[in-house]
């Protein structure tokens, strides 16, 4: 696989990116997901709310290109001071379980240099962390961060 690359992502994106994420988050029942029916999180299937997303004041929604392929997305909320929401994070899953979660999170942190701690990593402190799926959690768990369920 190629190198993973963060991109802001377009309305153009929001049919590919909404299929992704359908897949992507009805697949979070094999890894412990409440069900018995597929879900995810509000407008996790919907072009619409994908290019919606894509405009919202203070967001950044990425898609995470591998080679020329989409894989993935993310939607980040900068809120100042220092603080970061990752309101979403979502892979393929016929690109799961091969690192790229970690690498996707290490690419949005770099993003964010300021809600890092001194070795560039984030801390409790400074990374507000809403989990929206099991696989988000597995995402932030792998690569280092205390993941903690939304209030």
Not at 18 to 42: L, V
Not at 45 to 68: C, I
Not at 93 to 117: D, K, W
């Amino acid at each position: 696989m190629s190198e993973l690359r963060l991109r802001r992502a377009t309305p153009e994106d929001a049919a590919q990116l909404a299929a992704i994420s359908k897949r992507a988050f009805e697949g979070d029942i094999h890894y412990g997901a409440p069900g018995p029916e597929p879900c995810g999180p509000p407008g996790y299937d919907s072009p619409e709310w994908q290019a919606k997303a894509m405009g919202w004041r203070g967001a950044t929604y990425f898609k995470l290109v591998s080679g020329n392929r989409t894989i993935g997305g993310a939607i980040c909320f900068d809120q100042g001071e220092g603080r970061l929401y990752l309101g979403r994070i979502y892979l393929d899953p016929s690109v799961q379980n091969r690192g790229l979660g970690r690498q996707a999170m290490a690419l949005i942190m770099a993003e964010y240099p300021a809600a890092c701690g001194e070795q560039g990593r984030a801390d409790a402190a400074s990374l507000a962390r809403c989990l929206v799926s099991t696989l988000d959690a597995m995402v932030a768990r792998a690569a280092g961060y205390a993941a903690s369920p939304c209030p």
